[in-house]
Structure formats: structure tokens, C-alpha cells
């Protein structure tokens, strides 16, 4: 079963950065969505930022304008760039795609992301 490899998250302090990748199960130009999604303790996983074939982007209204996701053709992996960040984006942070032509997506193992002084 294929799964995806995200790197990048730890400990950053309150308007820090982080940057976010996740390794593509092949070439970017397969995949039909791709996203970041965040679980924080005792929430459920939402969405952070979303990505469709094309290149159009959505974000939940919490990251807007600090967030960006972002695709490497070359390196084939979806990014996440984390501006500004708060302790309220302590989470755990997962990648997900769905390959064009594929009914279900896959996830990653999680990575944890913390915000804190």
C-alpha cells in the first residue's frame, strides 16, 4: 500500500516559519487533489490547504494569507509554507492525494508541527 513521506515540521516559536513537504506516490502531473490536513488534540482533522489538478488552491479561513501550498515538479512534492505561525497551528500535520483515476486517496504518516515560546 502506498503511503506518502512528509518532512519538515518541530518546534517553532510564535511568528516563525515552517516549511511543509510531502513526497508524490510518482509524478505531480498524476494526481487529481492534493492537501495538507491538520489534527490538532482533541479536534478533528480539517483541511488546511487544498490543491486540484490545474492548480487551484482553496484554504480554511484560520491560514489564509499565511499559508501557501505549493507543488515541486522536479522533486515531485506537495509543500506547505507556514508564515506567522500561532500556538492555535499546534497540530499534527498530514499530507493527502488522490491519483487521477483513483476512487481513494492516501494519506501520510502525520507529522507533528509545534508553536510555542
Known amino acids: 500500500q502506498e503511503q506518502l513521506v512528509e518532512s519538515g515540521g518541530g518546534l517553532v516559536q510564535p511568528g516563525g516559519s515552517l516549511r511543509l513537504s510531502c513526497l508524490a506516490p510518482?509524478?505531480?502531473?498524476?494526481?487529481?487533489?492534493m492537501g495538507w490536513y491538520r489534527q490538532g488534540t482533541g479536534d478533528q482533522r480539517e483541511a488546511v490547504a487544498t490543491?486540484?489538478?490545474?492548480?487551484?488552491?482553496a484554504y480554511s479561513d484560520s491560514v489564509k494569507g499565511r499559508f501557501t501550498i505549493s507543488t515541486d515538479s522536479a522533486k515531485n512534492t506537495i509543500d506547505l509554507q507556514m508564515n506567522s505561525l500561532k500556538p492555535e497551528d499546534t497540530a499534527i500535520y498530514y499530507c493527502n492525494v488522490r491519483k487521477i483515476g483513483d476512487v481513494y486517496a492516501i494519506w501520510g504518516q502525520g507529522i507533528q508541527v509545534t508553536v510555542s515560546s
Open positions: 490543491m486540484k489538478y490545474g492548480g487551484s488552491t
Open positions: 510518482g509524478s505531480i502531473s498524476d494526481l487529481a487533489n
